[in-house]
């Protein structure tokens, strides 16, 4: 047999024997990486930092987040004026980073009225959530359950509203939070 009639491993592509396996072709040492990432991937995972220099899979390192995205300090946006069922007008403003949307604000005229606190949280949670996720669609920034907690703890408004409300049971799920208060969850 010369070296040409001896298949390639179709993963690593040496010329050495090789087995199916997985619906591979593949040479003995292929076969045991094959076999250890489909049962053992958090093994890998947890070995790979240790001996390569290089992220296994696309960088989602915590250390290296961001805490905030820099906008530019003016951005481009357009405003459109809509009405909703009960006739209320709203300005709804989209600010564009190289036409992508990155933020949005909504104003109306119960703004300025002050026994609307509430509706005016619960706006702000919708609006600061979207940006964020604007941001993570178009800008690529980090979405964290700590950026979500900022956002929605700075949306309310009042002690108990729904966003100060949402933070506190949202606060338990994380770990650097300062939300330290130990209510039983039943009562
Ligand atoms: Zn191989």
Redo the contacts with the bound molecule.
Sequence with gaps: MTEHNIPC?E????R?K?TQTGGFS??A??RVIHSNIKNHPETIKKLWPELQDEPILPKRDPDQIQEEMELPEVLDGKRYMTVDREDNKWYLSVSEVDGKPVEVFASTAFDRDHELQSRISNLTTITRLISLMLRHIFLNEPLTLQKCLKQIKRSSRQKDDLPDMLFGVLSRYSNTSTFTEKKDPTS
Excluded: D, H
């Design positions: 491993c993963i690593c592509g040496a050495k090789t593949a040479c040492t292929c």
